[in-house]
């Protein structure tokens, strides 16, 4: 499987499930891998035969600007729904990471994936 990466993607959202974590949007990075549905775009050299990840990247910061979420693993959720289902990947790997938010902790932060990934 042709897998596109794309790390420390930063982007803004209310997430949190105290209060005080809920009083102004948050920065969040996200690490994604996207599993490509065909092997085409090596072939073809053309936009059009894989995912665009400038589209990505802006799909996923205008919803997450639109979004509450309490529980990183919620916001890892919607990111996977996204790329599977209005970018047609197969499969995805998606991190989530809050940066700062304990004492004495760089950062906080969740790993799923979705998905078939083909060998």
Known sequence: MDIIFLHTVRAKTLIGWYDWERVAPQVVEL????GLPSTRAGASDNLVDTID????VNALRESLAAQHF?????????????LRHDFGAPW??????KLGIL????RVG????RGLRAS
């Open 53 to 56: 990840y400038d589209r990505v």
């Open 110 to 113: 969740v790993t799923i994936e």
């Open 70 to 82: 309490q529980l990183l693993e919620a916001l890892a959720e919607h990111i996977a729904h996204i």
């Open 92 to 97: 995805v790997r998606v991190s989530v990471t």
């Open 31 to 34: 690490d994604l891998e996207i």
């Open 103 to 106: 004492h004495e902790v760089g």
